[in-house]
Nanobody, 124 residues
């Protein structure tokens, strides 16, 4: 059974950066699409990015393009989300999730495996 664990969240000032990690166990991520999603209090879960682990193609929400970068780690079971130029509206719980590919992104329902989330706060 694939398990995903996020880490790297925290408090950052507007304009700052954070790097989130998604570490998998129980299976190789080689054959998955790994999505990052976020959910702020009172708001719907939003797709942020997705990376197809076989060919490393990426997709991004318009709201984070040119600020966020998702990448595969040096080990096959880690995916990163580098977040730059953070804004207060980026504050949310961030989740990584796995699907067979990224074709369903940004719809979260197609992603079968989810981590527990890591909290990102953007505030002065």
């Amino acid at each position: 059974q694939l398990r995903l664990v996020e880490s790297g969240g925290g408090l950052v000032q507007p304009g700052g950066s954070l790097k989130l990690s998604c570490t998998a166990s129980g299976a190789s991520l080689d054959n998955y699409g790994i999505g990052w999603f976020r959910q702020a209090p009172g708001k719907k879960r939003e797709g942020v990015s997705c990376i197809h682990m076989r060919d490393l193609r990426t997709s991004y929400a318009d709201s984070v393009k040119e600020r966020f970068i998702t990448s595969r780690g040096s080990t096959e079971n880690t995916v990163y989300l580098q977040m730059n130029g953070l804004k207060p509206e980026d504050a949310a719980v961030y989740y990584c999730a796995a699907d067979w590919d990224c074709s369903g992104f940004p719809v979260s329902l197609t992603f079968a495996f989810w981590g527990q989330g890591t909290n990102v706060t953007v505030s002065t």
